[in-house]
């Protein structure tokens, strides 16, 4: 963040570029970003309680399934969307890079703030869904300005160190969305964590997003709050969003010469 | 920012700068090169040893051949590069001029880019829209056309733009790397102006180029740059003439090997770059002033084509204009017939250059008294050039061949006076 000093004003100026890119450059524009995710909803809903039938404890019906669907979808495309996008940020702008002085973190960070953007407007219709169904359980609200700031920590220390790495190694962009996708599935986000068999019981701690949706979950939904994954997410903020920004910066130096 | 004492440090110092570029035969050999220390690689030293001081407010030219490791010295000190070894030290704000149309993103208008680098530049939230105005008055674009996306512009357009939102900065150090040559004629003597302007604005400037006309013209003292080291350094005058001799040797050497007819075109191409700035008068485009007619007198003032060694000659230039008001230098060279120069100058080399205005002068009269030049064949060179003696508006290039014949002894091509002693 320290780079960042003084550079403010472009570092704003820049997420206005990536926004009107985003949201005005294309021919549907607007319409796309309300689309893509609109579609992706529908069909797992389709898919995992109409047909798998998948329940939830908490919330019974498809309905149920649907709230909770949400709750753990719209900051999981955010979270997706800021790696996948901040791992090619860099080798996306070489040819600015090469030429202007310009902190390499500005890039990798603009992406991780304008992917949070669909993911406010997303939680918003969400509560206000929840509102209108009298379902809104205020008491875990409190959670959600402190899981903002832990998925930032998570996904802009794994995006800077994504970003230096695909750099030089430009596999990297092809095998994250195979990752993704695999973090997607191991995440509960399309079944609750009680259908996880026992003898896969592991899984959930090796996975960074695991505990950052369950307490989406608890926030959003007002379930009961799990400590374990209070401390797996303070371990992965630790390990990520420190470890990240320092191999960045033990990577950061030899970028400009491999340009 | 306050201005530093100069006597105190320098504007730019390098200490013993050295820059190596690993290659390596995979990709992933460089990361791995991160972590452990023994990986493959094959290093090319760009730089080498490299130590120079800039004073504040000097302009200070880089030369060398292709290669040589002016751009990365550029880059070094513009920071988008980082030295291998030794140390820079710029003191105050940096403007690097390095590629013109850096930062430009084809889908935004015209006017979203001037913004962005303007940020980027440094530009703050209060002073944008200011500097929005300045950039859009030099540009010379319409606001019409500064709201239109930058994809759609002729390659003019987008240079002028480029050209306004690069050298709309008040930095403190400016580094140039030839871009000069932009637009069409009107806008390149914009540019050049511009520059001028830097240079004579106290500002630190430190220019590379190729063109050794115009390094003469602008820089103060001058480092030669020879594969990564310092070849030599210090008055422009010396180091450019060192530098002259080099090539002209090089070029000299490989003619012998090859003696092609094409090397010697490529030599004497190389050669008129040398003598004249490479912004070429632009055939199509405006120009204020042309030259009409070129004639060589003999001592009655006929004109001529055979002259006689120590008889008075005089070249007559005259010149159409389109732009009255516009004031101009004139350039004339004589070349032996191989066109090896001979002797050239122009009345902006004068001590007290005469003011030349459309208004008040359309010929001009160079007059060689008792010409010394000596038996052989002649060719001759004119040029007319902005007030600043850098920019070209017409030239005509190795025209009026004419010979001269001299009646006494003397051998080679110029008559040196001299007298013998016992």
């Known amino acids: 963040m320290r780079e960042l000093k003084g550079r403010q004003h472009f570092f704003l100026m820049w997420i206005q570029r990536d926004l009107r890119g985003r949201y005005l450059g294309s021919m549907g524009g607007l319409a796309w970003s309300v689309v893509t995710p609109l579609f992706n909803i529908v069909l797992y809903y389709f898919v995992f309680s109409l047909i798998l039938r998948v329940r939830i404890e908490e919330l019974p019906g498809d309905l149920g399934f649907f709230f909770y669907l949400l709750a753990g979808l719209i900051p999981w495309m955010s ?27 500005i890039f990798p960070a603009t992406v991780v703030v304008t992917s949070l953007l669909q993911q406010f407007v997303g939680m918003g219709l969400l509560m206000l869904l929840l509102l209108v169904t009298g379902q809104l359980e205020i008491s875990g609200l409190y959670l959600l300005p402190v899981l903002l700031l832990a998925q930032v920590f998570v996904v802009l220390g794994a995006g800077l160190t994504l970003a230096v790495l695909s750099v030089h190694l430009r596999d990297v962009l092809q095998v994250l969305p195979l990752v993704t996708q695999l973090l997607f599935y191991c995440t509960p986000i399309v079944y609750p964590s009680t259908m996880i068999p026992e003898a896969m019981s592991w899984i959930p701690l090796l996975n960074p997003a695991y505990p950052l949706i369950d307490l989406y979950h608890a926030a959003l939904l007002g379930f009961d709050i799990n400590v374990q994954s209070l401390w797996l997410l303070a371990f992965w903020v630790l390990l990520l969003g420190f470890g990240g920004v320092f191999l960045f910066r033990l990577i950061q130096p030899s970028v400009e010469d491999y340009f | 920012m306050a201005r530093r004492n100069p006597l105190l440090a320098p504007a730019v110092q390098l200490t013993e700068v050295a820059k190596a570029y690993r290659s390596y035969e995979r990709p992933a050999d460089r990361l791995w090169d991160l972590f452990s220390r023994n990986s493959r690689f094959v290093v090319h030293r760009a730089l080498e040893g490299v130590s120079l001081s800039i004073q504040d407010g000097e302009t200070f030219g880089v030369i060398g051949e292709n290669g040589a490791g002016k751009s990365t010295l550029l880059k070094l000190v513009a920071g988008t590069s980082i030295p291998t070894q030794g140390a820079v030290a710029v003191h105050g704000r940096v403007a690097a001029l390095l590629e013109l149309g850096t930062g430009f993103h084809p889908a935004e208008t015209g006017r979203q880019n001037v913004y962005l680098l303007g940020a980027l530049n440094g530009v703050g939230p209060k002073d944008m829209d200011n500097y929005f105005q300045q950039t859009a008055a030099f540009s010379e674009l319409s606001d019409d056309v500064l709201n239109r996306p930058v994809k759609t512009y002729s390659t003019g357009m987008f240079m002028r733009l480029a050209f306004a939102v690069a050298t709309n900065v008040s930095p403190d150090v400016l580094v140039i790397d030839e871009a000069l040559s932009v637009g069409d004629m009107h806008f390149q003597k914009k540019s050049l102006d511009r520059i001028m302007s830097f ?48 090539e002209q040797k090089k070029s000299k050497g490989q003619m012998k090997v090859k003696g092609g ?35 060589l007198l003999d001592e009655e003032g006929i004109p001529s084509e055979k002259f006689k060694s120590f008889s008075d000659m005089a ?82 290039e190795y025209v009026h061949p004419f010979t ?19």
């Open chain 2, 315 to 396: 070249i007559r230039v005259r010149l159409k204009f389109f732009d009255s008001h516009t004031t101009y230098h004139v350039g004339v060279i004589i070349y032996r017939s191989d066109r090896e120069r001979i002797f050239g100058t122009g009345t902006h080399f004068e001590e007290h250059p005469a003011h030349l205005s459309g208004e008040t002068k359309d010929e001009l009269i160079l007059s060689i008294p008792r010409l010394p030049i000596l038996s052989g064949d002649y060719l001759i060179s004119v040029f007319v050039l902005d007030e600043t003696g850098l920019h070209v508006y017409d030239q005509a």
């Open chain 2, 199 to 246: 240079c004579d604005g106290g500002k630190t400037v430190l220019f590379c180029s190729h063109n050794l006309y115009q390094i003469r013209a602008l820089c103060s003292r001058v480092v030669w740059l020879h594969r990564g080291q310092v070849m030599a350094m210090g008055e422009t005058e010396e180091v450019v003439a060192r530098y002259e001799s080099y």
């Open chain 1, 79 to 105: 979270v997706a969307e800021g790696l996948n996008r901040s791992a090619g940020a860099l080798v996306e702008q070489e040819e600015f890079i090469k030429k202007t002085v310009v902190p390499l973190a």
């Open chain 2, 404 to 422: 001269v014949r001299n009646a006494g002894r003397e051998l080679g091509s110029v008559y040196i006076p001299h007298e013998w002693k016992s």
């Open chain 2, 261 to 295: 007819k094409a090397e010697k075109e490529a030599e004497k191409e190389a050669e008129k770059e040398m003598v004249v700035p490479e912004t070429a008068p632009g055939q199509q485009t405006f120009t204020p002033v042309r030259i009409r007619e070129i004639d």
